[in-house]
């Protein structure tokens, strides 16, 4: 008993001396923080709105915007930062790598933006057919302000990955409390004159000032050191090539919310807006540690796979363990004060107590998934870290195909409850197959 104590002791002591973990514990409690700030913005957003038409309309407009940023700005800086370390690796001149990255950022958002822009009747006639012309006016009025947040995304994502492969990781989680925030002020001082614009304009605004605080923080920091690109270098050529599997990726797997959206839509109105709100609570629990251990991991394993490859898996899988029952435990008792949790965060003004029975079963199912869902986010950066984007491409295909099959047969029986059923089985069985992948790949 003494030894095993002292063993535990030993453990204890390593962990708090572990540069890893310290970085963890500071990037989650900064989350903790933003997320306490965004969980209140969301309970003033509900108490506003409800389930109404109005939340319906700026879920369905915001949906394109936040899938590129997602899909294909975020695919990007996933695949820029471990080959960006391996360019730091050969001591070349870093700058023109900089470069490229900053290109590519610009390049993509512009393109995007202007595809979305030309594209927006025909993806609504396409995805939302059979509502009223003024129900597409006000998806597309807020659409308008908040399509220049592609490009400031693409940027703030680019320049907070240069912070956390700098170890800045204090500056890079600090960035995402300025939405939240600024929505919060539109909607307490701005409410009247921004009228249905409002939840638009606040998330505007939110792009514009973590955009301006990242890149003053990084001149600061003396980061950014940019010079004219070499679309050449053997580093860049290796992340051009792995940015196809990673966008697909990307894409497949966002696709998932465009086609719950779509299926939800075919439902009573406010059938979108249950569905958000029935992951808010979720996504708060998970976004401590998702956002806490993707902004840290890749970095690190990208580093640590350099030097040693066998000890980076061991301590993969040991994370696992302890994040997959860590959490396991904390769903169980959240499961369980989920009626509790909704009708105190969400019940008052519009959000009536048979809203609040709606979204907590929809939450009660959403739960299931997050020890799968956040033990696969530690294992996806693992594979992006050593440039295994093309299989998770094929199984993000698989899993979109059999969410397209269930959503349509399960929403039949038992509509937005089936819908986030397929959601929970679909990422269960996505996941487990990527850690059986990984395990094998420990082998090789």
């Not at 990007?76 to 360019?87: D, G, H, L, T």
């Not at 592609?150 to 995402?176: P, V």
């Not at 435990?329 to 003004?349: N, P, Q, S, Y």
Request: with cysteine; hydrophobic share 55%; aromatic share 16%.
């Amino acid at each position: 008993m003494k030894t095993q104590f002292l063993k535990a002791k030993e453990s204890l002591k390593s962990l708090r001396n572990n540069v890893v973990v310290k970085n963890i514990l500071l990037v989650g409690s900064i989350t903790l923080l933003i997320k306490g700030i965004g969980f209140y913005k969301e309970t003033l957003i509900a108490s506003s709105f409800g389930l109404s038409v109005f939340l319906d309309t700026f879920f369905i407009a915001i949906i394109v915007p936040g899938f590129i940023n997602n899909v294909f700005l975020g695919a990007f800086k996933s695949v820029f930062i471990p080959n960006y370390i391996a360019e730091l690796n050969t001591k070349n001149n870093i700058s023109s790598f900089q470069g490229t990255g900053f290109f590519v950022t610009a390049f993509i958002s512009a393109a995007f933006m202007l595809i979305a822009f030309l594209f927006t009747d025909t993806y609504l006639d396409f995805f939302f057919p059979g509502h009223t012309t003024e129900y597409y006016n006000l998806i597309k009025s807020q659409f308008y302000y908040l399509l220049p947040c592609i490009a400031l995304w693409g940027f703030s994502s680019l320049l907070s990955g240069l912070l956390n492969i700098n170890d800045e990781f204090k500056y890079s989680s600090f960035e995402s409390l300025f939405l939240p925030i600024t929505i919060i002020v539109c909607l307490f001082f701005f409410k009247e004159p921004l009228g249905d614009k409002v939840l638009a304009v606040g998330t505007l605004a939110g792009a514009i000032v973590s955009f301006l605080f990242l890149i003053i923080v990084c001149f600061q920091k003396k980061i950014i050191n940019i010079s004219w690109p070499d679309l050449n270098n053997a580093n860049a050529r290796i992340m051009f090539a792995q940015v196809p599997a990673k966008v697909s990726s990307g894409l497949l797997t966002g696709m998932n919310v465009v086609v719950d959206q779509y299926f939800a839509a075919q439902l009573v109105i406010g059938s979108i807006a249950a569905i958000n709100y029935g992951r808010k609570i979720p996504a708060f629990l998970s976004g401590l540690l998702v956002i806490a251990l993707t902004n840290v991991l890749l970095p690190y394993f990208s580093k640590s796979l350099a030097k040693n490859k066998e000890k980076t898996f061991k301590t993969l899988f040991k994370m696992l363990k302890l994040i997959f029952v860590g959490v396991v435990v904390c769903i169980v008792l959240g499961i369980l004060a989920t009626d509790f949790m909704v009708a105190l965060f969400f019940e008052r003004k519009e959000f009536t107590s048979d809203d609040t029975e709606v979204v907590s079963n929809i939450q009660k199912i959403f739960l299931i998934y997050l020890p799968f869902s956040i033990c696969g986010m530690v294992v996806v950066n693992f594979l992006t870290s050593i440039n295994k984007n093309a299989f998770m491409a094929y199984v993000s295909l698989g899993a979109l195909i059999l969410n397209i099959i269930l959503d349509y047969i399960l929403m039949q029986y038992y509509g937005v409850f089936g819908i986030a059923l397929c959601t929970t089985i679909v990422i269960i069985l996505k996941n487990i197959i990527l850690f059986y992948y990984t395990y094998k790949q420990s082998r090789i």
